[in-house]
């Protein structure tokens, strides 16, 4: 309690009243502010983690483009996941038919102007390089289809023709012959490897004409994120949450679309990039319960938030033409491969399995994994996310075998190198949750900026932020673990005025902090 003294006429005065009547709980305005709590420390990325046949491409872009390594290898392995897709899976045990298809969901964080986007699409190449070359046999194909398109009117009405008179002989013949387009004389389809804005709809045609899969490649994750949470759009997200799988069928039945088309396995690999103020507010809806808390951020299992270094280096030189004409040569030979040379077992899509050293890590790593998800010591979202590592994991490894050995069973050395990675990439899950697991930290800081803008005065009330409605502050709860948190820190003062009803509690800023 601090006290003061009477003034002289033996009567407190107004001001006096109210410091005789202030009770400094949690801070004094003599303590110097602390720094608040950062984000949780992250691992860095390392080179080892990448199939042989992948380092230096993505080494190369990293120093050119001075970036982090961590975006061009996110990107990479989801492209190649991409060109993967279902021509070969893998069964993690040795008799059960679990099969695991290599879909990979990445997503790369950091604040506008760090390179996300001229990496990913410096990343992606190669991919896009496939993409030209099918566009431009689709191209002749189709011209030499339009060109043959009058004679292919006439032989269909020579067929009917000749179908006509045949029934008119005989009205049981069989003319389905005649009636079926020559052979050879199909419209041509183009082969997709990616797309950038489609409708669920749309994707679902792509699919059906492109079975081993999709590459979805957005410029913004939110904007994406954002489309699937909006009102209307559950069947959208619904075939987005299922598309994550690879391996769930999905049927159509519309009116306008028709009704029974069907989709043998929905397959999309998915990448871009998100700033970190806009993915910690989806972080805390998304992982606030209702309809946000389904699983679709927790399926991004290669999002990566790492520490931007502070200085750079002027990089002007060519790329690694080596280093960039095998990447292109192993995505045209994935993209050609033929599931029986990697000896691969039929059952459905064709699969590999681990070799014994490999088999008994798994195991004892799925075990470990098991007994953390069911602790009960992991938030939610942590659990969540962590539980996709079952699938995670062994497309991992069965990436990293068709990158650098692609025959024969899943060695060792492609699982470790695996786990390795998946250990990086859940520190950068924890930071990233941690919007969720400690939003009071983002809402203090969020706070700090408030006052210093001059958007709240010095002195006010818990209801003068909430009411406001700043993101991570908009209710009485988050604005007081914001608060509480700057009083632990020494940013404020608490102050308990008491005038016979209710006491009413001012806080204090201490512009020191600043």
Known sequence: MMSTKDNASGEAGAGDYKKAHANYT???????????????????????????ALRGYVRDISERMQC??????????????????????IRPKRKDDWTVTPNLWGAVVGNSGVMKSPTLAEALSPIK???????????TAKAEFDANGELLKVQ???????????????????????LKSPQGWEPPILKRYLTNNASYEALGELLMENPNGLMVEADEIIGLLKQLDAGGQEVARSFYLTAADGDKSYTFDRIMRGKGLH???????????????????????????????????????????????????????????????????????LDNLNPTETDAEVGGVPFLRFDDPAQRLFSEWIVALDTRLRSGEEHPAIVSHLSKYRKLIPSLALINHLCDTGQ????????LRAIAFSEYLESHARRIYS??????????????????????????????????????LENPSKAQAAINLLLEYHHLCEEEITTGGRPTTHYHWTKAAL
């Open 435 to 472: 919007y969720a697991t400690r939003p009071d930290i983002d809402a203090a800081k969020t706070l700090l900026k408030r006052l210093a803008s001059g958007k709240l005065p010095d002195v006010f009330k818990a209801r003068d932020i909430y009411q406001k409605g700043w993101a991570g």
């Open 263 to 333: 989709i043998p396995a929905l397959c999309l690999s998915i990448i871009g990039g998100i700033q970190p103020g806009v993915l910690a507010e989806y972080v805390r809806q998304a992982t606030g319960g209702g309809a946000g808390a389904d699983g679709l951020l927790q399926r991004f299992g290669l999002m990566v938030y790492p520490d931007i270094a502070p200085e750079c280096s002027y990089v002007d030189r060519y790329p690694n033409s080596q280093a960039r004409e095998a990447v292109n040569v192993l995505a045209e030979r």
């Open 129 to 139: 390089k496939l993409q030209t070359a099918a566009f431009n046999v689709f191209n």
């Open 68 to 89: 982090p390594p961590d975006f061009a290898a996110v990107a990479v392995l989801v492209m190649t996941a991409a060109i993967i897709g279902r021509k070969v899976a």
């Open 408 to 415: 024969g069973a899943i060695s060792e050395k492609a699982l």
């Open 26 to 52: 949690r801070s004094s305005v003599n303590t110097p502010p602390e720094r608040l709590p950062e984000l949780p420390d992250v691992m860095p990325f390392d080179y080892s983690y990448l199939p042989d």
């Open 156 to 178: 269909r009405a020579v067929n009917t023709s000749q179908a006509k008179i045949k029934l008119k002989e005989d009205a049981t013949a069989n003319v389905s012959d005649l």
